[in-house]
Structures are given as structure tokens and as C-alpha cells.
């Protein structure tokens, strides 16, 4: 038995006040305008953050879904070079609407952007977004300074998916399995697995409407926390062999050689953080890791008491209070030194 979740009785109420505390924190004048500017459109240009993560790709997919059910021309993609969807996310559906950022109209007439403060996060697509007529611009990063001509802004809200899922019932769309698979996506993999503090009862509401459709929780969590190859491993154990405890903060690195020596791929090194902000003797966490162009892509995680976002952002990065992150071409001696001093630590 499928649950019928087109009935209007499942719907929110009032969607308005579905992304947080108080509600309404989007004007409707600017709702009004996003579905304007989005029904006047043939095509619809969606884009996302690079390396995209579930709540990037999944927000981005389910939009997708609906646009084209609606008869839009519907392109989607995110600016890394080379393209690949990241191992975590292939289950998601709706992967067959990606194209590669070459086939990116290269002056949209509408670009929405999923989950992505900045023109720069939206890496080798940055430049075709600034080009376009209209951009919308989901998003819930507290960092977004409102770039593009309209933004759909929440910083209250837990995920960009809780906005999209607005969207779609504005846009009249109703949720499948399919489309709520991906929002589901975005859901859990902004409130870690509900264990956030941003895991309001509206969290919980978008989830029931979620899971309402008949979705597997059980595989979607195995997909995205709890699987990954042999040689994840032996880098981990790497990782953790060089961990340092220095006042209250814990750090570790990986290195390409690394990664290498097993041939794991850059992408596979995003759990790490979350075994080494564990520790109970620190309050933040950072683990640099580096890419393959050999920058530094530096994660960053804070139990509460201090806002990493203010100190990633002074550093040239963004995100979240208790999770943000940056780019360093600096040595690694140099970028903790960096750190530490914005923690007020040096
Ligand atoms: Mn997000």
C-alpha cells in the first residue's frame, strides 16, 4: 500500500512556517517572484555547490524532478572538473537530468542554485551563473551575503532541502518516492542523521512526509554513513596515527601519498572528521585534507561553545557554526598555525 501523498491534506499547512522557529522568515513577495520568474522560463538551469553533498544534490534532484514533470526544459549540473557524481550519492535518483558543466548553458535565462553561499562554491559554473538573466538562490548557510537577483534564504533552516521541499508544493508538485528520496538525502545528511542540534520538530515533519512515501531509510543510511572500500581503512589509520590533542582542539591530516598508496579517492575522505571530532577532550575538530591539486581542503567541526563558521570565514571559507570549512595552499604547520590564531589558541 503506497501512502497518497498527493493529498493536499499531507501538505504543511502553512509552508511558510516549516523551516523554523516563528516561520516566515522568506517574504512571500519573494516566493511569489521565485515561482514567477520560474514559470515564465522554457528552461531552467539548476546548479548546485561543488563537490556536491546530499543536501547540494539532493535538493537540486527532487526541484529537478518536479520542473520536468511541469514540461520545462530542465538542465542540472555542478562545476567540477572532472565530473562525477560522488560514490556516496549514486544511489540517488534523477542522475540521468545531469549534464557535465560543458553543456551548462553558458548565459541562462534562469539559474536556480541549490545550497551554495557563494558564486566562488559554485566553482567552474560560477561564471555562467553571473551571466544569467534571474538566479534564485536557495540556501540556508548563515554566510550567504545574498548573491543572484533573488535569494531564498533560511540560515534557520536545517537543510536546503527543507526549502526545496516549499518550492515544490508552491510549484505544485507533489512528492514521489523519487523526490523524496533526494530530499531525504539532503535532510539527513544536513542534521547527521537527526543528531544536530538544527533537528527542530519541523525536521521531524519533513520526515514523516518523506518517509510517508514509501522510501528505504534503512538503504539510504547505509549508502550514505555506513559503507566504503578496504582501502578507507588503512588512510583512516593514517589519519588517526598522526591525530594531535592540543588543548582543545584535535587535528589530523591526509596527504596525497595517503591516498594514494591505496588508491583512495579524495571524495572517500569526508567520514573522517567524524571519528576524530569524538574525542571528549576537545571542543573542535579539523582535519586537512589534501586534494588532488595538493590544496588543503580544511574540515572543520565545533561541539557548540565555538562558531568555527566565524573563524573559516576569516580564513576565506564559510559554513555552519558547528561545521565549516576552507581552502589552505599553505603547509600544514602553517594553516593550523592560522587556525589556531583565529580560535584565539596562538
Ligand atoms: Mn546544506
Redesign the pocket.
Known amino acids: 500500500m503506497t501512502p497518497d501523498v498527493r493529498d493536499r491534506a499531507d501538505r504543511p499547512a502553512r509552508v511558510e512556517s516549516h523551516n523554523g522557529v516563528g516561520g516566515g522568515a522568506i517574504p512571500e513577495s519573494d516566493w511569489n517572484r521565485a515561482l514567477h520568474l520560474i514559470k515564465q522560463a522554457d528552461e531552467v538551469a539548476l546548479v548546485c555547490h561543488v563537490t556536491p ?1 546530499g ?2 544534490l539532493g535538493s537540486m534532484l527532487a526541484v529537478a524532478f518536479v520542473l520536468r514533470s511541469m514540461g520545462k526544459r530542465v538542465v542540472a549540473s555542478f562545476g567540477d572538473q572532472p565530473f562525477a557524481v560522488p560514490r556516496l550519492l549514486r544511489f540517488l535518483p534523477g542522475q540521468e537530468m545531469l549534464v557535465p558543466p560543458a553543456e551548462f548553458p553558458v548565459a541562462p535565462e534562469l539559474v536556480i542554485s541549490f ?1 551554495s553561499s557563494t558564486f566562488e562554491r559554485l566553482g567552474m559554473l560560477g561564471d555562467n551563473t553571473a551571466r544569467a538573466r534571474e538566479v534564485i538562490v536557495v540556501d ?2 548563515p554566510s550567504n551575503a545574498g548573491f543572484g537577483t533573488l535569494g531564498i534564504i533560511d540560515a534557520k533552516a536545517a ?2 532541502a527543507m526549502l526545496a521541499e516549499q518550492l515544490i508544493y508552491r510549484l505544485g508538485g507533489r512528492l514521489d518516492r523519487d523526490i523524496a528520496t533526494c530530499l531525504y538525502a ?1 535532510l539527513v ?2 542534521t547527521g542523521s537527526f543528531r544536530h542540534s538544527s533537528t527542530t520538530p519541523a525536521v521531524h515533519q519533513m520526515a514523516a512526509r518523506l518517509v510517508a512515501t514509501g522510501l528505504r531509510t534503512d538503504e539510504i543510511a547505509r549508502e550514505l554513513w555506513d559503507r566504503s572500500p578496504f582501502s578507507y581503512l588503512k588512510v583512516l589509520a593514517a589519519a588517526l596515527d598522526r591525530v594531535k590533542l592540543e588543548g582543545g582542539l584535535v587535528w589530523t591530516y591526509v596527504t596525497r601519498v595517503d591516498r594514494a598508496a591505496y588508491g583512495l579517492p579524495y571524495a572517500e575522505l569526508e567520514g573522517i572528521i567524524d571519528i576524530v571530532r569524538r574525542t571528549d577532550e576537545a571542543e573542535v575538530a579539523v582535519v586537512l585534507k589534501e586534494d588532488d591539486q595538493g590544496a588543503w581542503q580544511v574540515s572543520t567541526r565545533s561541539k557548540g561553545t565555538v562558531d568555527v563558521a566565524a573563524a573559516c570565514a576569516a580564513l576565506g571559507g564559510g559554513g555552519h557554526h558547528n561545521a565549516a570549512g576552507y581552502t589552505s595552499h599553505a603547509t600544514v604547520e602553517e594553516t593550523m598555525a592560522a587556525f589556531k590564531r583565529e580560535l584565539g589558541m596562538a
Do not use: P
Open positions: 553533498d543536501d547540494a545550497d540556508h548557510h537543510a536546503t539532503g545528511t544536513d
